[in-house]
């Protein structure tokens, strides 16, 4: 008899650990950058509509980070707010709640003190990397809200190999510099040395969406 109880209980932890597994395999995790450098601050109240999309389509049990990129970006510092979705609907709204409010706050104090003066996209991505990582999401997405432009000030090193193994990235409202107008080889050549650089990294898909306002379904299409 206690054989046989040893064995219900046995099966009922590895059924319960099996099924957590296969939660996280089919959960999502999305870390969005927004960058903050320059004139590009002056987006920010796009990247708002963005995380209010996210904020409505993801679900419970996925995970969304919103972060800054600024003039050095690997750091926990600069994620203005993380959250994985409760499953009771109530606590899951109060959850979504306090990010939108989050983001908002940091939206009206970086209309306050201005844009950041360089653009640690790289940094920034290695800290997206660690946060997907422990989440053991099953989907894994960075979204990059930015014109691509990376600016590193002196002494921050960025020229090594990173790691980006089964993430999808996103490069997110693209906005073309005043030399990219001058000579489009420019902008061109800006999105192929990302491209080629994530994919080095082991990234899952690299994609651009610049028309997001009126398909904002694309940022999740393979």
Not at 76 to 104: C, G, H, L, N, W
Not at 142 to 165: A, C, H, N, W, Y
Not at 175 to 185: A, C, E, G, S
């Amino acid at each position: 008899m206690k054989a046989v109880k040893g064995i219900a209980v046995g099966l009922a932890v590895l059924f319960l650990a099996t099924g957590c597994v296969d939660q996280k395999a089919h959960s999502r995790a999305v870390y969005m950058m927004i960058d903050t450098s320059g004139t590009y601050a002056a987006q920010v109240v796009k990247a708002q509509r963005i995380v209010n999309y996210l904020l409505g389509t993801l679900n419970p049990g996925d995970s969304l980070a919103v972060a800054r990129v600024k003039s050095r970006s690997f750091s926990e510092k600069d994620i203005i707010y993380k959250a994985t979705f409760e499953k009771i609907p109530s606590k899951a709204t109060a959850q979504k709640r306090a990010f939108r409010a989050a983001v908002d706050e940091f939206a009206r104090s970086l209309k306050k003190t201005g844009g950041s003066a360089y653009t640690d996209i790289t940094g920034g991505l290695i800290q997206a990397a660690e946060f997907l990582t422990e989440t053991g999401s099953g989907e894994k997405t960075v979204i990059i809200f930015s014109d691509m432009q990376e600016e590193i000030g002196k002494g921050t090193v960025r020229d090594f190999p990173i790691e980006l193994s089964g993430i999808r990235i996103v490069a997110l409202n693209v906005t073309k510099l005043r030399t990219d107008n001058v000579d489009p080889r420019r902008y061109l050549g800006r999105l192929q040395t990302w491209e080629k650089r994530v994919m080095a990294a082991g990234a899952k898909k690299w994609k651009v969406v610049n028309d997001w306002e009126n398909h904002p379904e694309r940022i999740f299409e393979d």
